[in-house]
């Protein structure tokens, strides 16, 4: 089993600012958490990180017919693009969304996802642990 883990923009600068949203470790302990759980189920895995729309699309294209699910946070493109979700419903790739925080309880503008029409299940507002759901729930989903 081989999965991708997407994280869109900003989510690089995780920790150095808005600790109270999304805590105050960094992206590299995130990577290493989802590292962490998937060595523990034995998947096979490649985390990748953008700040371009058109490069995570690129990204999910390419997806097909190498990885057999998805893990996605769009962050910021969770609220605008319907072209990541174009690109998951066009490879058909399991897809697991996820956010840090809970974007229902936030801003206005952040309660609809674009993301939520392609993915089998939305994980939100349990932190880094999210991903470790996430990865979890898509583990059971494939397997
Ligand atoms: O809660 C999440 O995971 C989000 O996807 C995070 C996005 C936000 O636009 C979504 O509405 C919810 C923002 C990621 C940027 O994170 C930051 C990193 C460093 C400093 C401040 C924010």
Known sequence: ?????????????????????????????????????????????????SNHEGVIVDKIQDAYGKFDGIVINPAAYT??????????????????????SDINSRDEFRKHSYISLAAQKTVMGLGFDGYKVAIEYLYGFLK
């Open 79 to 100: 609220h605008t693009s319907v072209a990541i979700l174009d690109a998951l419903k066009a490879v058909s790739i399991p897809t697991v969304e996820v956010h840090i």
């Open 1 to 49: 089993m081989k999965i991708l883990i997407i994280n869109g923009p900003n989510l690089n600068l995780l920790g150095l600012r808005e600790p109270e949203i999304y805590g105050n470790k960094n992206y590299a302990s995130l990577c290493a958490l989802i590292d962490k759980t998937c060595q523990a189920l034995g998947i096979d895995h490649e985390i990748f990180q």
